[in-house]
C-alpha cells in the first residue's frame, strides 16, 4: 500500500501550472521558478521541480517514461513475479509427488503387486538371476512373467536387456 500524499491534488496541479507559467517568462530560470513559488505555496522546491518533470513526460514535452505505462510495467512484473514463484512451487511439489509415487510403487512392487517400473521412473536394470527375474517365473525362469506379458514385452525380453519406461510410456528393452 502506498503511503498517504502529503500534498492535496489540487494544490499539487496548481503548483505544476504556476512554475510551468514562471519558466515561460523571459529571462526566468526553471530553479528559480521552482524555488520561488514552493516558497510561497510551502512545498520544498525539490519535490515541485519532480512533480514538473514528471508532469512534462506525462504530456510528452520531455523524453522519458509516462506514469501509467511505468505503473503497467510494475503491475506486470509483479504479477510476473508472482507466477514464477507458483511455477517453482508447482514444480517442488510435482517433484516430491513424483518421488512419494515411485517410493510407494517400489513398495509396493517388492510384494508381487503392479507396475515392475514405477511411473516416472527413468529406467530398471532387470538383472538375470535377481529377484526380479525368479518371482513369478515358475520352474527355473522359462516362463515370462506377468508383467512382461501384461506389458506386451516379447518373451525374455527385460531380462537381460534394460527396460525403460519414461511416465508410463511404452516400454522400450534395449541390448545389454
Known amino acids: ?24 517568462e523571459p529571462g526566468a530560470s526553471a530553479k ?19 512533480w514538473v ?29 508472482e507466477l514464477r ?10 517433484a516430491f509427488f513424483a518421488a512419494e509415487l515411485c517410493a510407494t510403487r517400489r513398495r509396493d512392487n517388492r510384494g508381487g503387486v503392479g507396475d515392475p517400473l514405477p511411473l516416472g521412473c527413468r529406467s530398471s536394470l532387470v538383472k538375470p538371476g535377481g529377484s526380479l527375474t525368479r518371482r513369478n517365473a ?3 525362469g522359462k516362463r515370462p512373467r ?3 506379458v501384461a506389458a506386451g514385452l516379447p518373451d525374455g525380453a527385460g531380462l537381460f536387456g534394460k527396460v525403460r519406461r519414461c511416465n508410463g510410456s511404452e516400454p522400450v528393452v534395449e541390448a545389454p
Open 85 to 94: 514463484r507458483a511455477n517453482e512451487i508447482l514444480k517442488s511439489a510435482s
Open 32 to 50: 528559480g521558478a521552482c524555488q520561488r513559488i514552493g516558497a510561497q505555496l510551502g512545498i520544498s522546491p525539490e519535490t515541485l521541480r519532480v
Open 1 to 24: 500500500m502506498a503511503a498517504p500524499r502529503k500534498y492535496p491534488d489540487e494544490l499539487r496541479e496548481r503548483a505544476i501550472r504556476l512554475v510551468l507559467d514562471a519558466r515561460a
Open 138 to 140: 515358475g520352474e527355473g
Open 146 to 148: 506377468r508383467r512382461q
Open 53 to 81: 518533470a514528471k508532469a512534462e513526460v506525462d504530456a510528452g514535452t520531455k523524453a522519458g517514461v509516462p506514469t501509467e505505462v511505468a505503473a503497467r510495467l510494475a503491475e506486470l512484473e509483479r504479477e510476473n513475479r
